[in-house]
Every structure is written in structure tokens, then in C-alpha cells.
């Protein structure tokens, strides 16, 4: 540590002024006052600071306060973007309600009620040519809405897997309170059967209890008083079980599973 050495003044040394006993300064005595050398506080009144901003921060300020606000633009059109689609979903739901209550929508209902097989060799080893006539029952329980059965529909006949025979239903219109029923010729073509396949055909037919699968896939429209739907699919998908491979065919069991695709 430094110790600072102030030098001694080299005038005579001034004897204090005397003092009387109440601790008062002599009267023609004067005091000289110091200043010392720490912080110095300047007190302004407050009617006199101006709160002028300098040159280089008045020309930023001016251009932040030109800039056009785009963040602000883009959150309001944000805004309004959600909010009209959400008044649509809104709209859109109360509009759905009402027709539901209105017209009381069921969906229709589909069977198969017989099947008769042709040309269904098993003894062969060439490829088969087998003949599915598929009957098929549509009913429409609605009271208020009309289906339009339109082109462009398949039946298909699976064995294990394997594609046996294909066909379309017909074109038609189906009113209201409805049932409909239809014979659909499915045909197949040059199909090779495996020896396991036909194995399994002989010992099926010997118990009868043959398995098949038919699927149908039919795009309908969908009509309520004049007005008609865009094109729903309705998808059919039904496993039926015969007791023999010929056109005396009976179904013993079936079970017939449906759903529409808007």
C-alpha cells in the first residue's frame, strides 16, 4: 500500500480563530471553503430539460415511424382467414343438423339372396372358365331420398384368395322405400387353379361347405326432392357359403358387411 504525502503549506501556520465558550466564531474572522474533489450533483428545475431527441436518433425515429406496419397487416388477414372458416365449419354443421333432422338419412342395405355356378371343372387340369349367376337384394328404407345406381360398378368372386369370376351391376334408380332385386352374370376367365385349391375344392364340396367371398363396388347418387349428391361409393363385401358347385347351388350361411365412401 501507497500512503499518499500531502506537503506541508510553507506559510507561517495561522493560529486558529479563537472561539468563546459557546463554541461561536469570533466576530471579522472568515471561513474559506474547500471544494472537495468527488461527484457533483447540478440540480436543473424541471420547467427547463427540453426532451429533444439528437439528429441521428430523430432520422431513425422518423423512418420507424414511416414503415408500414407488415407484421400486423399479416395477423389481421391470419385473423380473418380462420374466422370465416371457422363461420363456414359452423354453417356447414348447422346445415347438416337440419337436413338430418329433416329427412331422417338410413343407410341401404344389401344381401345376397341366391348364387348358381357353372362350369366349374375340377376334374381338369386346363385353366376353368367358372360362371357365378349372383342374385342380389338392395333395399332403401328411406322415406325422403331416391338412389341412383350408376355405371362403372364390379362384382368379383374370390376363392382363397384367388379371382374366379367378375362382372357390373346394372344402371338404374331405386325410389323411395324401395327393395330391388337383381341377377348379376359374373364370368371368369382361364383361371389356373393350383392341385392345394382344387384339393380343398373336392373337400369342400364333399362336406358342403364350399366358402366364397363376393365383393361389390358401386358408385351411387344420392337424391333428395330435386336435388342430387356428387358420386358416393358404396362398398359391399359379403362371405357366403354354398353346399355344391352347380347351378342347384343353396347358400347355407352368409354374412354381408357394407360401407359408403363419400
Not at 100 to 126: D, G, H
Not at 175 to 194: E, R, Y
Amino acid at each position: 500500500m501507497v500512503d499518499r504525502v500531502h506537503p506541508r503549506d510553507s506559510s507561517p501556520a495561522s493560529s486558529p480563530p479563537s472561539s468563546n465558550n459557546s463554541g461561536e466564531v469570533a466576530a471579522g474572522t472568515h471561513t474559506k471553503h474547500v471544494p472537495s474533489s468527488g461527484t457533483y450533483v447540478v440540480q436543473v428545475p424541471k420547467d427547463q430539460i427540453y426532451r429533444y431527441p439528437p439528429p441521428g436518433n430523430s432520422r431513425r425515429y422518423e423512418a420507424l415511424r414511416k414503415r408500414k406496419p407488415r407484421r400486423s397487416c399479416c395477423c389481421r388477414c391470419v385473423c380473418y382467414t380462420f374466422s370465416l372458416f371457422l363461420i363456414l365449419i359452423i354453417a356447414l354443421g348447422i346445415t347438416a343438423a337440419v337436413l338430418y333432422l329433416v329427412f331422417r338419412p338410413e343407410a341401404p342395405k344389401y344381401t345376397i339372396s341366391n348364387v348358381a355356378i357353372k362350369k366349374f371343372n375340377l376334374t381338369s387340369s386346363s385353366p376353368v372358365s367358372p360362371e357365378f349367376d349372383v342374385t342380389v337384394r338392395a333395399e332403401n328404407p328411406n322415406n325422403k331420398i331416391g338412389i341412383y345406381y350408376r355405371k362403372g360398378s364390379s362384382v368379383t368372386v374370390f376363392y382363397s384368395d384367388v379371382r374366379l369370376s367378375n362382372g357390373k351391376l346394372p344402371a338404374f334408380y331405386q325410389p323411395t322405400n324401395n327393395v330391388t332385386v337383381f341377377q348379376t352374370p359374373l364370368k371368369g376367365s382361364n383361371v389356373l387353379l393350383g392341385n392345394a385349391v382344387k384339393t380343398a375344392l373336392r373337400n369342400e364340396q364333399m362336406e358342403g361347405k364350399v366358402p366364397f367371398k363376393v365383393n361389390i363396388k358401386a358408385p351411387v347418387k344420392v337424391k333428395v326432392g330435386a336435388v342430387k349428391s356428387w358420386e358416393i361409393t358404396v362398398k359391399v363385401k359379403c362371405d357366403i357359403t354354398v353346399n355344391t358347385l352347380t347351378a342347384k347351388s343353396k347358400i347355407i350361411s352368409k354374412d354381408c358387411k357394407y360401407s359408403v365412401r363419400l
